[in-house]
């Protein structure tokens, strides 16, 4: 058995005493599913990463008002619309150069993104991050990070204590302020919906790469600006442009080594 299974089973085991314990934190949500035993055609990685191209997304965003990444992601994992932003729930979001890279600001950076990227706004996302601070709060392992470096998030076992959403520096985790199953538009009945008072964020797409499909945000991108692959392999296509090209991350002062990488 490998250690993800192992981990995960035991895990799940003390959480079975606990709900045993506090009937109030039973099972909060449909069937997540787990980090199951991967069948033969599962995509698999010593440690995925993503790049973002805000070049490509800067082209799509001057023809049209590009957001197919996003509609797919919230589309195949039922993330619900709400038009608060205090109930809102994020997956894959826009903001501004300001907000993505903090400290990163002077007028020439400034220049360059209004003229030569059209002041496109930058796609943000979990960082699926090496050192994760929302891994090591979550007093009850309802988050923790696979030895593929896919950081998870199990519904069953969150108890919406929200420590991970004060400790992700990135704002990547949001907090299902209230019901979100009324304010999904078409339900995916091939993803669990969650239910008031659970934690939710990007999963790098695990259940698609468990049955050999790409993650959906990469998939529908016309423009291609996702590349998704193994950062330790160093034939894959992520790694040569990581080698090639000159990228940033997000707030790498903190430590937290996140793997989403991006090109401006
Ligand atoms: Fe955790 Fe935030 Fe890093 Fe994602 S971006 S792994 S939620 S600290
Ligand atoms: Fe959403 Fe999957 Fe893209 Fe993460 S990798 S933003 S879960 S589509």
Redesign the pocket.
Known sequence: MDRDRRDFLKVAGLSALAIGAAPHLACAADDMPGEAIPSPKALTAKRWGMIVDIRKCSKATSERKCVD?VV??NN??NVPSFDSKQHEVK??WQTGLENAFPGEENRFLDEYITDTLKGTPIMV??NHCDNPPCVRVCPVQATFRRSDGIVMQDQHRCIGCRFCMAACPYGARSLNWVDPRPKIGQVNKEYPTRTRGVVEK????FSRLSVGVI????ESCKEKALIFGDVDDPNSEIRQILRTQPTIRRKPHLGTRPQVYYIL
């Open positions: 990444c797919a992601c195949t994992h997956w894959i996302l979990c990007c999963t790098f797409c993650p959906a945000c990469v």
